[in-house]
Each structure stands twice: as C-alpha cells, then as structure tokens.
C-alpha cells in the first residue's frame, strides 16, 4: 500500500472530524463516533510514519499532497 496515500488519508480524517467533536460538545452529546475517527487517524498516520521514518514532516505535507494527486491523475 501507498503510504503517502495512507497518512494523507489520516490526516484528513483527523481534521474533519474536528467539527463533529466540536457539534457534539455544543449539543451536550458525548462525541464517540469522532473519537474513533480521531483513533483511526491517528492509527493510519502513525503505521505511515512507522514505515517512512523522517519522511512526514511540516515541510513535506505539499509534496505528499502533490504525489498523491498525481497519482490519481487530477
């Protein structure tokens, strides 16, 4: 499997589901479905960064973007 692929993917889990906790909060509802969102990011950024070390930093975040949609094609 593609690894930039898969923390790419961790990584926009993790960010979407920030509004689901934050609506859950407000609602008064204990936001459980984010948190396992939230676990299976981190779960997928972290079996990504286990087998690139040093690979996913800040500064390489575009360049895993990039490689990532140009292997879809867009």
């Known amino acids: 499997m593609d690894t930039d692929l898969i923390f790419l993917g961790g990584v926009v889990f993790g960010i979407l589901s920030i509004p689901a906790i934050i609506s859950a909060m407000v609602d008064g509802r ?24 040093g690979a996913y930093t800040f500064e390489t975040l575009p360049d895993v973007v990039m490689r990532v949609l140009a292997g879809f094609g867009l």
């Open 30 to 53: 204990v936001p459980r479905a984010p948190a396992l969102i939230i676990m299976l990011a981190a779960v997928m950024i972290g079996y990504a960064v286990r087998q690139r070390p």
